[in-house]
């Protein structure tokens, strides 16, 4: 696609260790978030090196398949707002082109530390995965656009195979072009449900049900948010027409309470009706057939990166915690920005703004010569207000059902990676000794496996804490596992050359 | 044609998918199983936080499928336990 055509996406390794003059922002995540606030810190003079684990800029919104692909693998038409995508691209590939943006794609990062007045920031380049090259940046600032991932809550069956996150099968989709089977189910709460339930559709999946846990009518309990923000109205509209052309029933105040298998995968999905607490109601069970379940209860912000820097965190308003924020973005460590899904979940065009409006602090912090070609910041400002106030109402409207522990059985596995159930959690809390994920995680593992709780963290959280307590990950010192040798790598960065 | 192996077997793949892709696309949601109950495994959130779809690629054990971009040649390796 031409918009991109220009921008260095390519899988190919740079050098080996490539060291600090890495400009002078570090900008982690090229998601929404991540690339307009590049876009604006290079256009305000600024030399950035914008890093992504991903084969190509877009996030999780704009996920695209790696450049050299986008005519064997065609995604353009599930994607929205595509003109904004084009754009920001357009601006990042001229400044790659000057040599002041540095877009170092298929780079993990794994940790950062405090440098002197900067910071260091460690990555790992796995262009040619499984070979793993240690990359270390510095730079007087860094800014974390590091996003979120789905919400889950267990349900007997959820670790069956043909059982995904939504955001996995939208992802198999926008970056690969594949749907993961023929009849599916989605299940959870929130609008994102609808764009997932659409893009299947489109590509011919049965959607035979969408199951909405919450009550429609908890939007109007929140009409200023709603009224000041047509865009959001019309976006639910597209994607409630595109739902109706293809006979895919939107089912609310239901929930996916277990999933059953045969041959290796799903086969069964079972939902019920949830009284006004999450409690399935008596007698409302369905047995619905599907080799294909897609859930998601929302987002985590994804903190990794920020936690061992020791920024506060703040009450997201949806149960979860998000990395606290001036109205400029910057959070409580000195020349440490964040922007984006890190600070609260609320959708692309919010994580655009903030973009934006951290590139905009990190030009007045640094004073940088220049200034920043975008809207007014008291305009991108009004925006962020604006947008934040419809994702309070968001989450208020698509809360967890307080009771969806009732769906769990005994035997139902929590933890995924660790294989713990859910009555070893229970027993873990009736003992009086866990009160909260951390201490469950040391009595019983869960929580302590591959993903670090990232999968069950919300929900031991859930079942051991106190009510409306949010939900805050435990710090992870490495983001993604490493190798030893890169990690011996980068015991010794080599030093600035220039 | 552009293929990589799957314990010994080729499986095409489109270039620019992922190996999780590419195993999806042939129809296969599990690939490896649990360390305790033997749980088959495969894709679950398809953006590198879950660690359920790891393979071994090329000898090299604990790699994500859903991050890997196939390549022609590629050997992955399945079924393993993730003996940490
Ligand atoms: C799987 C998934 C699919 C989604 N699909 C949609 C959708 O189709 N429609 C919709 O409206 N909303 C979708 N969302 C919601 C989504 O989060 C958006 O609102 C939006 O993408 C947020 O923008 P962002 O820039 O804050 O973060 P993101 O778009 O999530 O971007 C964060 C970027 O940071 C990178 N990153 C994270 N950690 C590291 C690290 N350690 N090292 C290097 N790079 C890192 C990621 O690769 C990613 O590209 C999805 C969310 C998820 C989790
Ligand atoms: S599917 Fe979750 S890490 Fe690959």
Same mark, same amino acid.
């Given at each position: 696609?031409?918009?991109?055509?220009?921008?260095?996406?390519?899988?190919?390794?740079?050098?080996?260790?490539?060291?600090?003059?890495?400009?002078?922002?570090?900008?982690?995540?090229?998601?929404?978030?991540?690339?307009?606030?590049?876009?604006?810190?290079?256009?305000?003079?600024?030399?950035?090196?914008?890093?992504?684990?991903?084969?190509?800029?877009?996030?999780?919104?704009?996920?695209?398949?790696?450049?050299?692909?986008?005519?064997?693998?065609?995604?353009?038409?599930?994607?929205?707002?595509?003109?904004?995508?084009?754009?920001?691209?357009?601006?990042?590939?001229?400044?790659?082109?000057?040599?002041?943006?540095?877009?170092?794609?298929?780079?993990?990062?794994?940790?950062?530390?405090?440098? =002197?007045?900067?910071?260091?920031?460690?990555?790992?380049?796995?262009?040619?995965?499984?070979?793993?090259?240690?990359?270390?940046?510095?730079?007087?600032?860094?800014?974390?656009?590091?996003?979120?991932?789905?919400?889950?809550?267990?349900?007997?069956?959820?670790?069956?195979?043909?059982?995904?996150?939504?955001?996995?099968?939208?992802?198999?989709?926008?970056?690969?072009?594949?749907?993961?089977?023929?009849?599916?189910?989605?299940?959870?709460?929130?609008?994102?449900?609808?764009?997932?339930?659409?893009?299947?559709?489109?590509?011919?999946?049965?959607?035979?049900?969408?199951?909405?846990?919450?009550?429609?009518?908890?939007?109007?309990?929140?009409?200023?948010?709603?009224?000041?923000?047509?865009?959001?109205?019309?976006?639910?509209?597209?994607?409630? =027409?595109?739902?109706?052309?293809?006979?895919?029933?939107?089912?609310?105040?239901?929930?996916?309470?277990?999933?059953?298998?045969?041959?290796?995968?799903?086969?069964?999905?079972?939902?019920?009706?949830?009284?006004?607490?999450?409690?399935?109601?008596?007698?409302?069970?369905?047995?619905?057939?599907?080799?294909?379940?897609?859930?998601?209860?929302?987002?985590?912000?994804?903190?990794?990166?920020?936690?061992?820097?020791?920024?506060?965190?703040?009450?997201?308003?949806?149960?979860?915690?998000?990395?606290?924020?001036?109205?400029?973005?910057?959070?409580?460590?000195?020349?440490?920005?964040?922007?984006?899904?890190?600070?609260?979940?609320?959708?692309?065009?919010?994580?655009?703004?903030?973009?934006?409006?951290?590139?905009?602090?990190?030009?007045?912090?640094?004073?940088?010569?220049?200034?920043?070609?975008?809207?007014?910041?008291?305009?991108?400002?009004?925006?962020?207000?604006?947008?934040?106030?419809?994702?309070?109402?968001?989450?208020?409207?698509?809360?967890?059902?307080?009771?969806?522990?009732?769906?769990?059985?005994?035997?139902?596995?929590?933890?995924?990676?660790?294989?713990?159930?859910?009555?070893?959690?229970?027993?873990?809390?009736?003992?009086?000794?866990?009160?909260?994920?951390?201490?469950?995680?040391?009595?019983?593992?869960?929580?302590?496996?591959?993903?670090?709780?990232?999968?069950?963290?919300?929900?031991?959280?859930?079942?051991?804490?106190?009510?409306?307590?949010?939900?805050?990950?435990?710090?992870?010192?490495?983001?993604?596992?490493?190798?030893?040798?890169?990690?011996?790598?980068?015991?010794?960065?080599?030093?600035?050359?220039? | 044609?552009?293929?990589?192996?799957?314990?010994?077997?080729?499986?095409?793949?489109?270039?620019?998918?992922?190996?999780?892709?590419?195993?999806?696309?042939?129809?296969?949601?599990?690939?490896?199983?649990?360390?305790?109950?033997?749980?088959?495994?495969?894709?679950?959130?398809?953006?590198?936080?879950?660690?359920?779809?790891?393979?071994?690629?090329?000898?090299?054990?604990?790699?994500?499928?859903?991050?890997?971009?196939?390549?022609?040649?590629?050997?992955?390796?399945?079924?393993?336990?993730?003996?940490?």
């Amino acid at each position: 696609m031409s918009e991109a055509r220009d921008l260095g996406m390519t899988s190919e390794p740079r050098d080996p260790v490539a060291s600090s003059g890495s400009g002078d922002l570090v900008v982690v995540g090229a998601g929404p978030a991540g690339m307009a606030a590049a876009a604006t810190a290079l256009d305000g003079g600024l030399r950035v090196t914008l890093v992504d684990s991903g084969a190509a800029p877009g996030g999780q919104f704009w996920r695209h398949p790696p450049l050299f692909a986008r005519e064997t693998v065609p995604t353009a038409d599930l994607h929205h707002g595509l003109s904004t995508y084009r754009a920001l691209c357009a601006t990042l590939s001229a400044h790659e082109r000057t040599g002041r943006l540095t877009l170092l794609l298929n780079h993990h990062v794994w940790t950062t530390a405090r440098d =002197g007045d900067g910071f260091t920031v460690h990555a790992v380049d796995r262009g040619r995965a499984p070979e793993e090259r240690t990359v270390v940046l510095r730079a007087p600032a860094l800014l974390v656009a590091t996003g979120a991932y789905d919400r889950q809550l267990p349900f007997p069956g959820w670790d069956l195979p043909g059982v995904l996150t939504a955001g996995g099968l939208q992802s198999l989709l926008k970056g690969g072009g594949v749907v993961a089977g023929r009849r599916v189910v989605l299940g959870g709460t929130g609008p994102f449900l609808l764009p997932v339930a659409a893009s299947l559709a489109a590509r011919g999946a049965k959607v035979v049900a969408v199951c909405e846990a919450a009550a429609p009518s908890a939007w109007l309990r929140h009409p200023g948010a709603l009224l000041r923000n047509p865009a959001k109205w019309a976006e639910g509209a597209r994607y409630a =027409g595109t739902l109706a052309r293809h006979r895919v029933p939107v089912r609310t105040r239901t929930a996916i309470v277990g999933a059953e298998g045969a041959q290796g995968r799903v086969a069964v999905v079972r939902t019920a009706s949830l009284d006004a607490d999450g409690r399935p109601l008596p007698g409302t069970e369905r047995r619905i057939e599907a080799d294909t379940v897609g859930v998601g209860w929302g987002f985590v912000p994804q903190l990794d990166l920020l936690l061992p820097l020791g920024c506060d965190l703040t009450d997201a308003g949806d149960g979860t915690m998000a990395a606290a924020v001036d109205d400029g973005q910057r959070t409580t460590v000195p020349r440490l920005y964040t922007a984006g899904e890190t600070c609260g979940v609320g959708g692309a065009a919010l994580a655009v703004s903030e973009g934006r409006l951290a590139a905009v602090s990190v030009l007045s912090d640094l004073a940088a010569p220049g200034r920043p070609g975008t809207r007014r910041p008291a305009a991108e400002r009004r925006a962020v207000a604006r947008h934040r106030a419809f994702a309070r109402a968001m989450a208020q409207a698509h809360p967890l059902p307080p009771a969806w522990p009732a769906w769990l059985t005994d035997d139902t596995p929590v933890c995924r990676c660790e294989e713990v159930t859910a009555g070893a959690v229970r027993s873990a809390r009736a003992d009086g000794a866990a009160a909260d994920h951390r201490q469950v995680k040391q009595l019983t593992r869960a929580g302590m496996g591959w993903c670090q709780g990232r999968m069950c963290g919300p929900a031991v959280h859930c079942l051991v804490s106190a009510r409306h307590q949010p939900y805050a990950p435990a710090e992870r010192l490495i983001a993604t596992p490493v190798t030893l040798g890169a990690l011996a790598d980068s015991v010794e960065p080599t030093s600035d050359p220039s | 044609m552009t293929a990589f192996t799957v314990d010994g077997e080729p499986l095409p793949f489109v270039p620019g998918q992922t190996l999780a892709a590419a195993l999806v696309a042939s129809g296969r949601v599990a690939w490896r199983t649990t360390r305790g109950g033997q749980r088959p495994r495969g894709i679950f959130c398809g953006i590198g936080v879950c660690y359920d779809c790891l393979v071994t690629v090329d000898g090299t054990g604990g790699q994500r499928a859903c991050l890997v971009q196939a390549r022609a040649g590629m050997a992955v390796t399945t079924g393993e336990t993730d003996d940490e």
